[in-house]
């Protein structure tokens, strides 16, 4: 019969219609700047750059190594690095980005930045409601806005921020176990040239 | 535009004095049928289409001379770009031209999640496909809203594990980047579960409309021979007959474990089209399921590949996969430095182009537009 397939069809509107009432599978949509859905955790949006301990300067994680800025897909990211060194979170003394600037109208949230930094400095941010009406000055990001506390990663991504973490705490054990062994032995050394000394002097006594 | 009768306008538009009854009319490349910046120059005799000439190029952002001035690394993220409804096959299509070129072997954890995930991007790709299908045929909102609806919890699922939904650029050579969780894989379980519910209300929403049938059914035949002769690959192939799909042929990953059928056409025409991808959804659910049952424990990347700084040896490699357009290849020459010496795409959607004049002739405007609908292109790809 003619129409028969338009009825069917129409019957299974009306099924996802009321259904919609009563299936939270067939109603998805939620009224957006009211009403949020939770972010994936995994979420990314433009990158950040992680800083430890309070002083943003001081705890930046970042020794401007410039992978990033080569790998860089689009090659949004720029870094000057600096003349002087200060000392990284193991004590090491490390350059730092006298400037470190991304384009954000450039970027393509790709995440490759973060996969090849080996220090675990850029990260992806989550905040995605940045419209501005400076194209250039709003949309290109320095240092200054760019970093962002470990406390704000642990925060929106906390599994992996949490392994972050942990690795490096374990580094920082290590470096610290390697240089007080290292200071023990110099310590025995010294002692031990002292004793040598001493014996030699009290040989020469003799 | 100079005054006068509509017959002196059309003969200064055609140049063709004789006749005056030919009409060139530009569709697009604004035109809400066209998939995005395409433009159609028809020429039409009445309303009968007499000549019909693709133009495209609109959306060309020079993907392969980006990739072949950056690494092999920086080139995935652009792949994303390429046919933006489905960035989990592109991934997969790169990654194994590299692999080929590199010799990079795959953990077969890997393997699975990689069929895992392009199969889910075939369920949204010809979901949504069905519907923008639909759409050009004035079924304004319903089918397209309900297509729209699945593809999104898949589109949530590829966030939750790729950090995005469209650009997700999750495979690299020799893996993919994230180990799926034991909860990720148990929620994509619970899609599969319902999709075949979906599926069922879908057919039965359109499969016997009449107006979907008028319209659809002896529009746009392709014939057997004209389809192989003009390259064509994909549903729009099997539509016409012909038994090939490279998940059988080349039986890459590890597509050979699967039982699943190849669904075929008979008439070559719009509705067999559009009912080759209904059938092969019901078949990628089959794929989803055996591959979420078999999937191994183990890594995901094969620990001695490297993605910074990769050198091939000089020579050349080409991978394919089974797009859900058609056969998506990447052709690469190394000449033993960093970056490809020469970066080919070959663009499913685009190929499957050509043959729209031999589709269209002597049908109406209207029907063009239906028959463009079922080529599903995107026109990311197309113009590249």
């Known amino acids: ?206 | 535009m100079s005054a006068g009768s509509v017959a002196e306008r059309i003969v200064e538009l055609t140049g063709d004095a004789d006749s005056g009854q030919v009409l060139e009319i530009s569709m697009g490349p604004h035109h809400p049928s066209t998939h995005g910046v395409f433009r159609m120059n028809v020429e039409l005799e009445g309303e009968q289409v007499v000549k019909l000439k693709p133009v495209f190029g609109y959306l060309h952002r020079n993907h392969e001379k980006i990739a072949e001035n950056a690494s092999y690394l920086a080139a995935i993220p652009y792949t994303d770009r390429l046919d933006y409804m489905c960035s989990m096959t592109n991934n997969w299509a790169y990654a194994l031209s590299v692999e080929k070129l590199a010799g990079i072997a795959v953990p077969e954890r890997a393997e699975y999640v990689r069929v895992i995930v392009a199969e889910l991007t075939r369920l949204q790709n010809h979901a949504s496909l069905i519907g923008f299908l639909m759409q050009d045929m004035g079924a304004s909102g319903t089918p397209l809203m309900y297509a729209f609806r699945e593809r999104e919890k898949i589109l949530d699922l590829f966030e939750s594990l790729s950090g995005a939904r469209m650009m997700c650029n999750y495979m690299r050579f020799g893996g993919v980047r994230v180990d799926p969780s034991a909860a990720w894989l148990a929620e994509v379980k619970a899609l599969v579960g319902r999709f075949p519910r979906f599926l069922g209300e879908f057919e039965a929403l359109l499969a016997e409309n009449e107006i979907l049938m008028s319209r659809t059914q002896g529009v746009g035949i392709l014939s057997r021979e004209l389809a192989v002769n003009a390259g064509i690959t994909g549903p729009m192939l099997r539509a016409s007959g012909v038994n090939y799909d490279i998940r059988k042929v080349d039986g890459y990953g590890v597509y050979e474990r699967f039982q699943f059928r190849v669904p075929l056409g008979e008439h070559g025409d719009v509705y067999d089209r559009y009912m080759m991808r209904v059938l092969e959804m019901r078949e990628s659910v089959k794929i989803l399921e055996q591959a979420l049952k078999g999937i191994p424990e183990g890594p995901v990347m094969d620990p001695k590949a490297r993605l910074r700084g990769l050198r091939p040896k000089a020579g050349e490699a080409y991978g394919r996969i089974e797009s859900p357009k058609g056969e998506l290849g990447f052709f690469l020459i190394s000449n033993g430095t960093t970056e490809p010496y020469r970066y080919r795409v070959r663009p499913p959607s685009m190929i499957n182009l050509t043959v729209l004049e031999d589709m269209c002739l002597g049908r109406s405007v209207a029907d063009i537009v239906v028959t463009l609908g079922s080529v599903d292109i995107v026109l990311g790809e197309v113009d590249r």
Not at chain 1, 75 to 101: L, N
């Open chain 1, 1 to 206: 019969m003619l129409g028969e397939g338009i009825v069917k069809g129409l019957a299974e509107t009306a099924r996802n219609f009321f259904g919609s009432y009563v299936e939270k599978d067939r109603l998805t949509t939620v009224q957006f700047p009211e009403e949020r859905l939770p972010q994936a955790e995994a979420a990314r949006v433009f990158p950040f750059l992680v800083y430890d301990t309070d002083d943003m300067e001081a705890g930046l994680r970042c020794v401007a190594c410039k992978i990033c800025e080569v790998e860089c897909p689009p090659q949004c990211i720029s870094i000057e690095k600096s003349t002087g060194k200060k000392p990284d979170f193991v004590g090491k003394p490390q350059f730092y980005p006298a400037k470190f600037e991304i384009d954000v109208s450039v970027c393509m949230s790709c995440q490759i930045c973060v996969e090849v930094c080996p220090f675990e400095a850029i990260k992806m941010d989550t905040a995605f409601e940045l419209s501005t009406d400076d194209r250039f000055g709003g949309l290109h990001w320095a240092k200054e806005q760019l970093s962002k506390p470990n406390e704000h990663y642990q925060k929106i991504h906390p599994t992996e921020a949490a392994e972050v973490d942990a690795e490096r705490a374990e580094k920082k054990a290590k470096t610290a176990a390697a240089e007080a062994a290292k200071a023990a032995a110099e310590a025995a050394k010294a002692a031990a040239a002292k004793t040598e000394t001493t014996e030699t002097e009290g040989s020469a006594k003799q």
